[in-house]
């Protein structure tokens, strides 16, 4: 396979000047953490995939209108969060719960170290998914994808005081519903964030 040695800004204007092939090379080198912030957004694959092909849909033709106020992978970034958002947006009058893809008989066959971290796996997903989507797009980004609250803003297109608020409170939010499941023990409020996040980094795969 080759490579192609231009930066991502460079295939953005390629691609807007007419190369046919610019816009293919500039999402293959993005496509996984596209794809990984949009997983853990909308929660669900289907979702995911269909959010990502409407932001490279929407990318594709939009092309001409980056300014390069932003990096290229932080414009992209920007457009698949906000596609998710959308969806999620247009679901919240009609949630669903997604169940284990495993079979019980093959859950039951894990020891149960592995049992209890898939579980914990599926409650922190299920917190998430009770969080409005502006607040926990805030906390895939910056507790769970590992951007800066700088990083993030740009992304959400917002000041970096509103992500700061967001991530706060849906760490407050997501403390209570994890400490009322039993996953999170009674902490000091000082250290509820701290310690929602690291639940959130080990049981978020």
């Known amino acids: 396979m080759t490579t192609d040695d231009r930066s991502d800004e460079d295939l953005l204007q390629a691609h807007v000047a007419g190369d046919p092939e610019a816009f293919g090379l500039l999402f293959g080198r993005h ?7 949009a997983l853990r957004t909308s929660r669900d ?24 106020q932003s990096k290229v992978s932080t414009w992209l970034h920007r457009i698949v969060v906000n596609a998710c958002l959308d969806r999620m947006r247009s679901r919240r009058a009609r949630p669903t719960v997604s169940l284990p893809e ?3 008989g093959q859950t039951l066959a894990e020891p149960r170290d592995l ?19 502006e607040q926990r797009a805030a906390v895939v980004l910056v ?3 590992g951007w800066t609250v700088e990083g993030a803003a ?5 000041p ?10 849906g760490r407050q ?9 039993g996953e999170l023990p009674n902490v000091t409020e000082q250290s509820r964030e701290p310690a929602v996040g690291e639940t959130l980094r080990g049981g978020s795969a």
Request: glycine share 4%; proline share 4%.
């Open 143 to 145: 507790d769970l994808e």
């Open 154 to 158: 740009r992304v959400l297109d917002c």
């Open 31 to 37: 496509a996984d953490r596209l794809w990984a912030v």
């Open 160 to 169: 970096a005081g509103t992500v700061k608020s967001r991530c706060h409170r």
């Open 102 to 104: 495993q079979g019980v």
């Open 173 to 181: 939010r997501l403390a209570e519903i994890l400490r009322n499941r």
């Open 45 to 68: 694959p289907e979702e995911a995939a269909d959010a990502v092909q409407d932001a490279m849909l929407s990318a594709f033709r939009r092309a001409q209108t980056f300014r390069g």
């Open 115 to 133: 049992i209890e971290e898939h579980e914990t796996r599926l409650t922190v997903r299920s917190a998430l998914l009770q969080l409005p989507p």
